[in-house]
């Protein structure tokens, strides 16, 4: 019926958006954990954040330097994980909520009566 295929089509809206989200924003999320692991390993080694050495200073110049090197497949490493995760959260959240959504309606509508609206405006 109209739920079920309801249902789905928000399932559906809700992995699409997600998997545009990743698209756009994985090569951030890329310099995110280099530079991330570029801190962690100056640590280790006793040196200062942000030492003159430092591969990765920020997020532009990283995205710059993670191009040129390594082109969009260096941007884009690990992104299938990404997607296969992001698109089953979002997907279930937007179909959850939806189902949510139509089962309180329906309440709505068994306690009030049909025909009439939980909502009345006044003129």
Do not use: C, N, W
Request: hydrophobic share 40%.
């Amino acid at each position: 019926g109209r739920s079920r295929r309801g249902a789905m089509e928000d399932f559906v809206a809700g992995g699409g958006a997600a998997l545009a989200a990743i698209t756009i924003m994985h090569p951030v999320d890329v310099v995110k954990s280099r530079l991330q692991m570029q801190g962690e390993q100056a640590a280790r080694a006793g040196q200062r954040p942000g030492a003159s050495s430092a591969a990765y200073r920020g997020v532009f110049s990283s995205l710059r330097a993670i191009a040129s090197k390594e082109g969009a497949a260096g941007l884009y490493r690990g992104i299938v994980p990404a997607y296969a995760l992001q698109f089953a959260v979002t997907a279930t959240r937007f179909g959850v909520y939806a189902a949510a959504k139509r089962v309180a309606a329906q309440h709505d509508e068994a306690q009030s009566g049909p025909g009439t609206s939980s909502t009345s405006s006044t003129s």
